[in-house]
């Protein structure tokens, strides 16, 4: 356990369901990030949120849309996706922002979209 | 526009044997970061190097930097079959960038065989 949880584990839905994927740390830190990770690219960092504010958009389409509403939680709402929106969902954790601090990954959300 | 290029991206090799894996960037950065993940599970932090000539090794691990050659190895020692993962290089965009700039390279499959 890295003391950051996600849920659903594994999410399947439809181009026009609305769902929420949920991110919770349990280590005390004060930045939070959403990546995605699809089968043939490269690790994707989209959303960075220091002390509940969000620093960093990593152009990211307004089909997603994060909230933070306290440093220990993280949320992912999903509307209208694509099905080459279909990935993995990372959430992580970091203490600090100095660049130096180690991420703390989730296990993830397997995300399909049909 | 940085650009983090592992190589190679699949690596089958015995239990006993040693090799490299390459992690080239391609703007200035003075930082590397090395991550494992089993598969279906999280991210895990291995190495943070910070500076060049950083070497620093944990187990059969052994990462080093060099920011000159804008090159980052993985140095796998006496493999076992313990050490199969994916094996993700990541550098931050520019100098001092924190967590939240990671560029990540695509990852190298690693399976170690009898």
């Known amino acids: 356990e890295t003391g950051v949880t996600q849920t659903p584990r594994h999410l399947v839905m439809g181009m026009t369901n609305k769902k929420s994927l949920k991110c919770e740390q349990h280590l005390g830190h004060n930045a939070m990030y959403w990546y995605k990770q699809s089968a043939k690219k490269p690790l994707e960092l989209m959303f960075v949120?220091?002390?509940?504010?969000?620093?960093e958009n990593n152009s990211v389409p307004s089909r997603f849309s994060p909230e933070c509403p306290n440093s220990s939680h993280l949320f992912l709402h999903l509307h209208t996706l694509q099905p080459e929106d279909s990935a993995l969902y990372l959430c992580a954790s970091s203490q600090g922002g100095t660049g130096t601090e180690k991420l703390f990954f989730g296990s993830g959300t397997q995300l399909s979209v049909l | 526009e940085l650009k983090v290029e592992q190589n190679p991206l699949f690596l089958s090799m015995q239990e006993g044997k040693n090799y490299t894996i390459y992690c080239n960037y391609s703007t200035t950065s003075d930082r590397l970061y090395w991550y494992r993940q089993d598969p279906g599970k999280s991210l895990e932090s291995l190495f943070v190097l910070l500076s060049n000539g950083a070497v620093k090794q944990e187990g059969r691990l052994m990462a080093s930097l060099d920011t000159k050659a804008r090159l980052s190895t993985l140095h796998i020692t006496a493999a076992v079959h313990d050490l199969s993962a994916t094996y993700f290089c990541a550098s931050t965009r520019g100098y001092g960038g924190s967590q939240g700039n990671l560029i990540f390279g695509k990852g190298t499959k690693l399976s170690v065989k009898p």
């Open positions: 949120y220091n002390f509940k504010e969000q620093t």
